[in-house]
């Protein structure tokens, strides 16, 4: 027969046990969570890391963020919002769009007399443009369009780029196109306007995942993004034909860009950024003409100097102007062509 | 052996026994500590002995062509050793001029001190043969805890392909 | 065999007792543990803005040598067009908090307007109080001369 002391054992060692495990169980919880954390807020400084590394060599590069859609609650430029903490991505001028897998990219705005770096962050997209003319200011726009748009032959998340669509023959729709053969195919697309007799539609349907621009001279109702083009690159962005007074001006292809990938907030953080950049690479060359205006043998070079340094003043005084007034920025655009002007007068009489 | 000392006995393994398990776990949890200690953060090396290889490469000799920047000294002494540049062959600019540099650029560290080993060779050093050229402490090469950076020269013939390497000192 | 039977029983107390005391030590030393490593890595997450900082601003286009897309050649009349502006403007750019300097590897002359081009350090928002700073070595080109020199640029933060 079973004695006292065997019961009290068993008793003593079910009770013990039971309490040791629930008590490792629940330490664990909390220690697994806190790991979980620790490897989110590491997979966000990571994500920070690789843009300031593609920042300063220019080389894009894949970056994987597992669980994405959990993980990250909004990018509100320019911090990503996580579950856990908040990462700023200052003073990098980063657009950012959420996804499992994104390629990292480096691109410019070139003025020749300054650059302007920002960094594209996007998962696999491809980017439709449907022109609605066959104007050659119609094609010179997706052309400027497509080119400030990034490269993916190198890395493995990939940009795509389409066109169409044509009302003479069936819907015609040429998409998956990589951005090299996308810039090929608009340079040649006389032949094909010729060869086809090509007539641009509004497209019938669109693949929903697809970034959508419908390019045209005249407005059009559309439910998808409109670029009302105007002159010199620039034009009215229409996010939402249904509500013309929501238009956005743009002067550079960044301006269509970040619209389109993040709407009005993107839109304002890179102009905010792209002007305030502006301001100051504006202040900073005229700094650095004046070192050099009245230096010894510069004669010839003075004229040179004075009318670029005006240029550049006026510049200087746009940027810090509203950004959606588009008579404004429709000047800053002018200005900005004509420093790229006189900066080239500059290089060629060996004066920079 | 009586009842008495049965027990004793019993007793005296029970308490040996709550010893050894105490033991087991110190053990485990100091296993445990040890495994999860991380390595050491050496991102901001790297970026430093980067940037020290590519400023070495392009930092001007204060002689004339073609040994006007230290790379090109390097190119140089690759295809025609013993040249002229100005008053001073390229193989003794390279010789003057690589060791002073990184040492007096390491030597404005004023925290953590840096001990270098630089390679400049061809590519196909190890078939073909050509000129090596090295400086600073070649133990580095087998060291477990450096930084390397490398760089490659394009030129006629033969790239040269450049290793820098750096380690506490 | 009343006291055997009370022996028995001490003995699981016992045990009981001293697994327990380990069982605290655990949690104890992991929660210490994990206080540390928070701490480690709020410095760990410094060093990341400084390095991120540090890489900005050697290869921003607003201070190297045109068509240099590696960065890393700061050109010399650039650094002292910044250096003259006020730092406000330049936190515009770069946000805020922040200090650098720029030194030619064997020049003491600080340079302004006046002592350009024969100079060698350029300084950028300095204050006073405790920083925490990282330098990599640069190039400078010298815009006048054509001169590429060895130098080092120092970038940290406040606080």
Redesign the interface.
Known sequence: MISVLEIFKIIFGIVFSVFVIVLIFRFSSNYMEMGDSNAQANIMLGFRKTVGDVFASGIPADYAIKDSKNLIIKYMPPQIHTSIAAVSMEPVTTIFVPGDRIGVHRMEYDLGWWKYYYILALPETTFFFNPLNNSEETWSEIYRVVKALPSSENIETKMYFGLGCNATSDQWVVNNLKKEEMLRFEKTMSVYLEKDNFMPTLCGSFNKEWKTIVVSPKFVETEHPLMFTLVNGTGMLYLNTSQPEKAHFYKTPMDVISAILGGKEFYNYENRDFLAQLSLASSLKMEEIGLFMHRPGGADCLPLFEEFRTTLESLKGLASQDYNDPMKMGELAIKMEESRQRFLDLQVRGCE | MDRHGVNRVSGQTSMIMIVFVVLIMIALGVFFLVSSVKPTISEYENLYVHNLLLTVLRTDTGYRSPCTTISETMSSVALTPGRNCGGKSNTEILDETVPILIQTILGDKYLTKYDYYIKVEPENYEVAGGISKSYGNQKLETRQNKWVANEKILQYQSNLRIMLILADA | MKS??Q???M??F???F??MV??V???I??TT??IG?SRS?QS??Q??KT??????F?????LNK?AY?????LED??L???S??PCS??E????QGWFAEVKV??NTVECT?DT?PNCGIWSFCRKSGNFKA??????IYR??TG??????LTVGYYG
């Open positions: 055997k039977g022996a028995h029983i003995e699981y016992i045990l009981s001293f697994v380990v069982i030590l655990l949690i030393f992991i543990y994990q490593s890595e760990d997450a060093f990341q390095m991120f900082m540090l890489k900005t050697s290869s921003s286009p607003l045109l897309k590696e960065g890393s050649m009349s650039k002292t067009a910044l003259s502006i403007e330049a515009g750019a770069f946000g590897i064997g307007r350009y990282y330098d990599v070595p640069v190039n815009k006048t001169r590429v020199d060895a130098g080092m």
